[in-house]
Each structure stands twice: as structure tokens, then as C-alpha cells.
């Protein structure tokens, strides 16, 4: 056999080779993550990078793309900007067999080479595999790395992840650990350092109706543009948890205090959640993972007497328990459930939930910024709770039904698609249930009479403490209301009963 020459009737460029490098001359080479532009050849490099090391050592090679069947047109099935077929990136004189309906390739020396997509990542259920790339990650359902890590952490096999942002999902979450960790290959590159396309590519792309956004994702590897295709874009969003953007005391202190909860789907591993708004403000976000209701409302009661929030808007779907709890504790003033598939009586929006988005993009889009800076310190998925509320908001996508009225995708599309539920962001939404003025509200005609905090404070307690006795109850609504209220403040009066 004559000698063959890797890459195969390949020319690797000066940006492309440290990547090579790293995973044929590195024995210790296991992991790696590229960042590239769009049309800068990441499928060429990371499919000949499996070539040579199957040729090196024998076993089973996977190239996961992120659809199965995209990712037979595009890798088994396609060429490059040149016209020539990936698979012809194989050397012929290796490859014993192909099987083009299962996308698998054997070669001489016995290693396999396996085409599939990551939506399909439960057919390789027992695959002992050497090494995968994972194609266009961003776009991947991350379940298919977690199901496979095990297997090759056991063989010591190793993983290359290449891709271009798609927003702060989970390859901005690997991207924040690979740049840290020197176990990891991480190379981050924009067209600027490659050269590749051309700024002339680009112009044209531009002047033939290509988005800024969408330029500045694809070319420029930008994590805060996002898809035209989103609710919410991410350029709108992102700026709010940079430090620039914090408002001052007095660009928010005089505006209804809102609570909004959102009651989890236990069962589907969601997160019960409260935020509390205050104008332009967002003060915090939490999230809670196994909360019963009767657990998530005593947390909500919780900081009802801390923060003395004017209204509490509560997921009404799953969340009756929690409305109940929390008017047994006293708090019925000030709790509205809502629901989520509810009649809107507007044009546009065709229920409740996307009211409450369309009201959340017009105060992103507003000339005012929001500030969603200095939230709880809680992590999830290596990102702080700022980044996945961004993250949360911007990756929805908005539909529109055939009545022309607008949607949001609901969580089984987002899940079908790798990404979790935006519990988060639902209970931001919620703070828009209702449009409200200062004057409207119990606690703030209070204020206006000069009740300080910590009196309303106090009251909140009171009410909190209160066991709730359904006899006792009853016989209270029996009792003469005239001579209750004689007893009562001019304070405890308006509180009470508004």
C-alpha cells in the first residue's frame, strides 16, 4: 500500500491547526471545544481529525451531528464550498464497507466510523465508543453527551465539540468551564482572526437582507445576538445584567412591589420559582427543586413579610394549593392567581402568557433599560442566575397561530429541542400579569398615610401567624363586623379591608 498523507487531500489553515495538533500529537488529548465563525471549516477539520484517529487506533468512532436526518444531508450526504463530498475526506483505500442506511463506515484495520444525530442518542445504548465529535453543539440536545460521557470516561475515549452561539445555552455554559479548565483544547475565534469569509462575503450577506444580529452571530461568534425567531432577542436582554445598567434607589422605589410564582412541575424536574419586580427593577430571582405546595407557599409567606410585595400573581394552573395556603395565612389582599392559557381581551396576544411576554418586550425594548443586576447568588448548569434568566428569556421562540395571534412556544416544543423549562423567566413573566398604578393598591394608599415599613412589617406578621381554624373562622365571620372594626386602628381598618 502506498503512503498516505493526513488530513487527506487536505491543507489545514494556521487557525485550524492547533486543533489537529492537540488531538493527533497529544496523547493526553481528551477533551476540546471550538468555537468558530460560520464557513470557516469546522466540519472538515473535526470530521478529519476522526478519520486519523480512527486509522490510529482501532475501535468505534461517532459523528454526531444534531439532527439525524440533518445530519445525513449535510455530513453523510454533503460536500463543502468546493463540491467535494465529506465522506470522500476518507482515504478509499481504507474503507472496506458502507452501510448508508444505519450511516456507518468500516475500514480495513477494524474501526467503524458512525454517523447519527444527537436526537437519537438512545440508539447507542451499549457502543463502546473511542472518541465522537459533536457537530454544531450549540444546536444538540446536551442529553447526548451526558449519556455517553460515562462510557468513554470509563475507556478513556475522547470528545471534540465544535459549533457557533446560539445564546446563552448550554454551550456558552461548557465554553465558561473549557476556558478555565487545562484539561480541556478551548479555542474561541471570530472571522477578525481567521480572515475567513471575507468582510466583502459579509457585505454581500448584508446588502441581500442577512439581520445584523444574525451577522454578528455567524461571523463575529457574538453570544448576545440571538435567533430573529425568539420572543425576546437577546441584544435586548443582555445589556440589563451588565453593572452599567443599575438604576439608582430612585428610579424604582416609588413603583408597585410585585411578586410573581410560578408553581413547578415536580414531576418533570421544574423549579418552583418567585421574582419580585419593582418598576424597572428586578430585585430577585429563586428557584426550588422539590418543593411541595404547602413548602412553596410558606416560602412565598416568607418574603411577603420581608418584602411587603403590593401584589402576588401566582401560576393558578398548578398553583391553587399555594393560593390557598397563602389565604388561610392571611394574605388574600394581595393574591391573584392567573392562568397561563386564559382569554386575553386585546388584539394580538392569544392568551395570558403571551400578554405577559409581549408586556416583557416592550419593557426590554423601552428607551429606559431595565436592571436586572445584584440577583440571588445561586447557580445552575455553571451559569449564575443572571446569566440563566437571560438565557431563559431569550430562547422561546414566538409563534403565530392561525388566527394571527401571537404565542409562545410552549415547554414541550422547548424540550423536544434540548432546552429545559424557562421556569425563570415565567415567574418574571407573571410580574406583568396585571398593569397597576401605586394609588390602586392597599399597601400603598398605607404609605401614602405615612405607615412606615416596618409597621405594615409587623402586620404582614401578625397575619402570618395566625393559625387558621375553620370553626374559629366561621364563628369569626358571625361575629358583629361593626363592633370588630371599632376595636380596630384607622391603620388596621384600611389594611385589612382595603
Known amino acids: 500500500m502506498s503512503e498516505l498523507s493526513l488530513p487527506y487531500q487536505f491543507t489545514l489553515r494556521d487557525y485550524q491547526r492547533p486543533m489537529w495538533d492537540y488531538f493527533l500529537q497529544n496523547k493526553k488529548g481528551l477533551r476540546g471545544l471550538a468555537i468558530w465563525p460560520?464557513?470557516?471549516?469546522?466540519?472538515?477539520?473535526?470530521?478529519?481529525?476522526l478519520i486519523a484517529k480512527a486509522i490510529q487506533k482501532v475501535g468505534l468512532y461517532l459523528y454526531i451531528g444534531?439532527?439525524?436526518?440533518q445530519t445525513r444531508q449535510i455530513v453523510w450526504m454533503g460536500s463543502n464550498d468546493d463540491g467535494k463530498r465529506f465522506l470522500d475526506y476518507i482515504p478509499p483505500q481504507l474503507v472496506k464497507k458502507k452501510r448508508n442506511a444505519v450511516m456507518e463506515i468500516d475500514l480495513i484495520n477494524g474501526s467503524m466510523i458512525k454517523i447519527v444525530g444527537s436526537d437519537q442518542y438512545d440508539n447507542l445504548m451499549g457502543l463502546n465508543a473511542q472518541g465522537a465529535i459533536f457537530t454544531e453543539y450549540s444546536l444538540q440536545k446536551p442529553e447526548a453527551w451526558d449519556y455517553i460521557r460515562p462510557m468513554m470516561a470509563n475507556n478513556g475515549g475522547w470528545a471534540l465539540f465544535n459549533g457557533t452561539p446560539r445564546g446563552l445555552n448550554h454551550m456558552y455554559a461548557m465554553s465558561n468551564m473549557a476556558k478555565k479548565n487545562n484539561s480541556w483544547f478551548y479555542q474561541y475565534?471570530?472571522?477578525?482572526?481567521?480572515?475567513?469569509?471575507?468582510k466583502e462575503a459579509i457585505q454581500a450577506d448584508r446588502e441581500a437582507g442577512m439581520k445584523e444580529s444574525l451577522i454578528e452571530q455567524e461571523y463575529y461568534v457574538s453570544w448576545d445576538s440571538s435567533s430573529e425567531d425568539v420572543f425576546i432577542p437577546l441584544d435586548l436582554i443582555a445589556p440589563t445584567i451588565k453593572p452599567s445598567s443599575a438604576l439608582q434607589p430612585a428610579d424604582y422605589q416609588t413603583q408597585p412591589r410585585i411578586f410573581g410564582c410560578d408553581v413547578a412541575y415536580a414531576a418533570k424536574g421544574d423549579l418552583a420559582t418567585i421574582c419580585y419586580r419593582q418598576g424597572r427593577k428586578v430585585h430577585m430571582v429563586r428557584g426550588y427543586k422539590g418543593y411541595d405546595n404547602m413548602a412553596f407557599a410558606d416560602e412565598i409567606a416568607r418574603f411577603i413579610k420581608i418584602y411587603r410585595p403590593h401584589i402576588v400573581n401566582i401560576d393558578a394552573g398548578r398553583g391553587e394549593g399555594v393560593i390557598s395556603r397563602l389565604e388561610q395565612l392571611g394574605f388574600d389582599n394581595i393574591i391573584r392567581g392567573v392562568h397561563f392559557g386564559g382569554k386575553v381581551y386585546e388584539e394580538g396576544p392569544a392568551n395570558r402568557k403571551a400578554q405577559m411576554w409581549m408586556r416583557m418586550l416592550e419593557w426590554f425594548n423601552g428607551d429606559n433599560k431595565p436592571d436586572m443586576t445584584n440577583l440571588d447568588e445561586a447557580t445552575h448548569?455553571?451559569?449564575?442566575?443572571?446569566?440563566?434568566l437571560?438565557?431563559?428569556?431569550?430562547?422561546?421562540?414566538?409563534l403565530i397561530d392561525e388566527k394571527q395571534q401571537t404565542k409562545v412556544e410552549p415547554k414541550s416544543a422547548l424540550k423536544s429541542r434540548g432546552e429545559s423549562s424557562p421556569d425563570l423567566a415565567e415567574a418574571l413573566g407573571l410580574t406583568f400579569a396585571e398593569e397597576v398604578e401605586m394609588d390602586e393598591l392597599p399597601d400603598a394608599r398605607l404609605e401614602q398615610m405615612g405607615v412606615t415599613p416596618d409597621m405594615m412589617a409587623a402586620m404582614h406578621t401578625m397575619q402570618g401567624q395566625r393559625e387558621y381554624d375553620p370553626l374559629q373562622h366561621m364563628d369569626q365571620m358571625l361575629t358583629n363586623q361593626d363592633q370588630q372594626m371599632e376595636r380596630q386602628s384607622d391603620v388596621e381598618r384600611h389594611y385589612l379591608y382595603g
Open 38 to 49: 460560520r464557513r470557516n471549516g469546522k466540519d472538515i477539520v473535526s470530521l478529519n481529525i
Open 66 to 69: 444534531p439532527l439525524h436526518t
Open 189 to 198: 475565534l471570530t472571522r477578525d482572526e481567521t480572515g475567513y469569509p471575507t
Open 381 to 388: 448548569a455553571n451559569m449564575d442566575v443572571e446569566e440563566l
Open 390 to 398: 437571560v438565557k431563559e428569556l431569550s430562547t422561546p421562540f414566538m
